[in-house]
């Protein structure tokens, strides 16, 4: 197997010193990389951890913002609503629920073209540029005076900020190793509950505002999009693309970067550098079709339905436990903010333990107790601790669920394909999520949280049924039974396939 590297990047100085052969010097440069069996890469941990912080420091604090100004973006109409754009916009409880459906049709549509399209377009510029686009949309929200306009502006909404998530999977997985990824998808996906807390507290004072015929909600809008406009054109001067195309690495650390990459791909990958891996359809279909994708993609969709309806509803469901408009949307914080902290720890100890099903399941069936109290108590304060419940198991088990299929899927197209495809699915729950929660139903929600609760107990049962896949298919890899596939053709065509590929359980 051929293991020489690509050559670095064009800011790296490669003046030769008189005094040593250029063999000799490659080896100066990379005397911490060894080569180990089938000549694959590994490299000194100490040289591991630098260049997992470089990538932590430049990376994941920019994915973080992208996450947290999308889910204040999409998820703020609901303070809107209790501030006063039901009633200006005359909206009944229906109309309401259309426009959060609404925004969901293209967002659903663009997931897998988008992912595809991510390298092409390089990512560095592709992501800064759908944050700024959704940005704009997101103030032009304030100025609509009907509810067609509202109509448009939440569809455009959806369509800008469509291929961010998967988009956002895919650009980590090019520069972490398969069980460094989901720690750092917790540590951009914990903006989701932190908007709320963030989103909940702006909300109250911007609600208050009032401005020649703009009153209240209008600026809610006004202020949180042109935030997400600055923080976007801000990012564009600071992504790389992929690692070939970074700047602040050292040529050692540049040659790790790879090298460790290649040795975590464990023969999935027919190139060293993701950046030379070309499209094909191929890679498509073994995407879509394979037991991961398919069981992943569901268990994805059980648990959005139960985050989408919490987010957008929770204001609503606190004011119907009896408490006034500003207070409610004040008691939306502390759950949010409990289910931040949450979502960091799940990730950190699910990579370190390396396992993602099992942590599912336990707080898939943490968030059931949480709707349990919400319908059989008559206490408000009891039922008002059942959203802490529900915060917590929901939104940890999101980022469980994307990189557990990141995981099981390799090369980059694979991984591209599959992920855009789990998240069109995820997706698709938003048109029961927007609907759980009806008017007539208030204040109890009764069908809403048993709505909830049923899909948490499907994602029990996929988490359960993808567990005894993986481990039946690692078995069969272990005992030489998938040896055969190594003659079948290019080994290189194998992906995820390869024998030496094992599943994350």
């Not at 890469?41 to 912080?53: N, V």
Request: hydrophobic share 45%.
């Amino acid at each position: 197997m051929d293991t020489k590297s690509p050559s670095p990047p064009e800011h790296i100085d490669h003046k030769e010193p008189e005094h040593l052969p250029a063999d000799a010097e490659k080896r100066s440069d990379i005397e911490k990389i060894n080569t180990t069996w089938e000549g694959v890469a590994t490299i000194d941990p100490e040289l591991d951890k630098r260049i997992t912080r470089k990538f932590d420091k430049h990376l994941v604090p920019w994915l973080f913002g992208f996450w947290l100004f999308a889910f204040i973006d999409r998820s703020n109409i609901g303070n809107a609503r209790i501030d006063g754009l039901a009633d200006e916009l005359h909206l009944d409880a229906n109309k309401f629920n259309i426009a959060l459906a609404v925004f969901y049709v293209p967002y659903i549509c663009y997931d897998v073209p988008s992912n595809l399209v991510l390298k092409y377009f390089r990512a560095g510029y592709y992501l800064p540029f759908l944050v700024t686009a959704w940005g704009l949309v997101s103030m032009c929200i304030g100025f609509v005076k009907s509810y067609s306009g509202l109509l448009v502006a939440r569809f455009f909404l959806g369509l800008c900020e469509g291929g961010l998530l998967g988009g956002m999977v895919v650009y980590l997985s090019m520069f972490y190793r398969r069980h460094q990824l989901l720690y750092r998808i917790t540590l951009f996906y914990c903006a989701a509950p932190l908007s709320g807390a963030f989103g909940g507290l702006l909300a109250t004072g911007l609600g208050e505002i009032n401005s020649g015929s703009y009153k209240g909600w209008p600026f809610i809008f006004f202020v949180e999009g042109a935030i997400t406009v600055a923080y976007g054109i801000i990012s564009f001067f600071f992504l790389p693309h992929t690692p070939s195309d970074v700047k602040f690495l050292t040529e050692e650390e540049y040659e790790g970067a790879l090298a460790r990459m290649r040795s975590d791909a464990h023969g999935s990958a027919p190139a060293v550098d993701v950046a030379d891996e070309k499209f094909d359809w191929y890679w498509v279909r073994r995407a879509i079709f394979n037991w991961n994708t398919l069981l992943l993609s569901l268990n994805f969709f059980a648990i959005i339905t139960p985050i989408y309806s919490f987010s957008l509803f929770l204001p609503t469901i606190i004011k119907g436990l009896g408490f006034t408009k500003v207070k409610a949307q004040l008691l939306t914080v502390p759950p949010n903010f409990c289910a931040f902290i949450a979502v960091l720890l799940t990730g950190y100890y699910s990579d370190k333990l390396r396992v993602r099903g099992p942590l599912m399941i336990g707080l898939a069936s943490l968030a059931i107790v949480g709707y349990i109290m919400l319908i059989a108590s008559y206490h408000p304060h009891t039922r008002y601790g059942g959203t802490f419940f529900v915060a917590v198991g929901v939104f940890s088990c999101s980022p469980l669920v994307m990189g557990w299929l990141s995981n099981n899927l390799a090369p980059h197209y694979v991984r591209a394909t599959g992920t855009g495809f789990q998240i069109m699915i995820g997706n698709m729950s938003a048109f029961i999520a927007t609907f759980t929660y009806l008017q007539e139903d208030a204040p109890r929600y009764y069908t809403g949280h048993a709505i909830n609760i049923g899909m948490l107990v499907f994602s029990v049962f996929l988490s359960i049924s993808n567990i005894l896949y993986c481990k039946w298919e690692n078995k069969k890899r272990e005992t030489g039974q998938r040896d055969s596939r190594l003659t079948e053709g290019d080994e290189e065509q194998l992906g995820y396939r390869h024998p030496h590929f094992k599943y994350t359980i």
